[in-house]
T-cell receptor
Framework: DVKVTQSSRYLVKRTGEKVFLECVQDMDHENMFWYRQDPGLGLRLIYFSYDVKMKEKGDIPEGYSVSREKKERFSLILESASTNQTSMYLC???????????FGNGTRLTVT | QKEVEQDPGPLSVPEGAIVSLNCTYSNSAFQYFMWYRQYSRKGPELLMYTYSSGNKEDGRFTAQVDKSSKYISLFIRDSQPSDSATYLCASSPMDSNYQLIWGAGTKLIIKP
């Protein structure tokens, strides 16, 4: 069974801090994704990666960056956290571009 | 107007009832339609995947797409308390995760 593991379930950070959210998948999937989930807005794609060291912007990349140095690991970076980045962050992976997404259980980030 | 609209609910029904969950979409280019289920404090998991119009059945679940009215539905027969979750619809113009557009999700509560 595919497992997508996000390093933290809950994080509280201060405005201006640099924040790292880590995601690891154990099924050798090609594609990895970072979404944020907010009430009433659904899932919005921040960044995705279809190969090691490759990254593509999603719908809301502003204020975020990503890193994929190894196939199994995809990191989301908030260079300078702001209160409007308080959200649930979901990492996902898929074997191919049209394969089902497998999600982690999310990281709830609060920026104060 | 959002490209995929979904009533957030909550929708509360008694155990054993037939549940109807619905989404509307505005982009006539959408060809691929998905339903994901998300339990509390968990990531979404794929329930149903359909292409173009028509019905698809899997056990107690039936997904229906009406492209003429841009309407997608998920029916749950013989609903169980374990079906209580948030149901997310998603659509894409291509058979690709890179362009998925998500509804906001409908919270479903099945009362024993």
């Amino acid at each position: 069974d595919v497992k997508v593991t996000q390093s933290s379930r809950y994080l509280v950070k201060r405005t201006g801090e640099k924040v790292f959210l880590e995601c690891v998948q154990d099924m050798d999937h090609e594609n990895m994704f970072w979404y944020r989930q907010d009430p009433g807005l659904g899932l919005r794609l921040i960044y995705f990666s279809y190969d090691v060291k490759m990254k593509e912007k999603g719908d809301i990349p502003e204020g975020y960056s990503v890193s994929r140095e190894k196939k199994e690991r995809f990191s989301l970076i908030l260079e300078s956290a702001s209160t409007n980045q308080t959200s649930m962050y979901l990492c996902a992976s898929s074997r191919k571009s049209n394969s089902p997404l497998h999600f982690g259980n999310g990281t709830r980030l609060t920026v104060t | 107007q959002k490209e995929v609209e979904q009533d957030p609910g909550p929708l509360s029904v008694p155990e054993g009832a037939i549940v109807s969950l619905n989404c509307t979409y505005s982009n006539s280019a959408f060809q691929y339609f998905m339903w994901y289920r998300q339990y509390s404090r968990k990531g979404p998991e794929l329930l149903m995947y359909t292409y173009s119009s028509g019905n698809k059945e899997d056990g107690r679940f039936t997904a229906q797409v009406d492209k003429s009215s841009k309407y997608i539905s998920l029916f749950i027969r013989d609903s169980q308390p374990s079906d209580s979750a948030t149901y997310l619809c998603a659509s894409s113009p291509m058979d690709s995760n890179y362009q998925l557009i998500w509804g906001a999700g409908t919270k479903l509560i099945i009362k024993p």
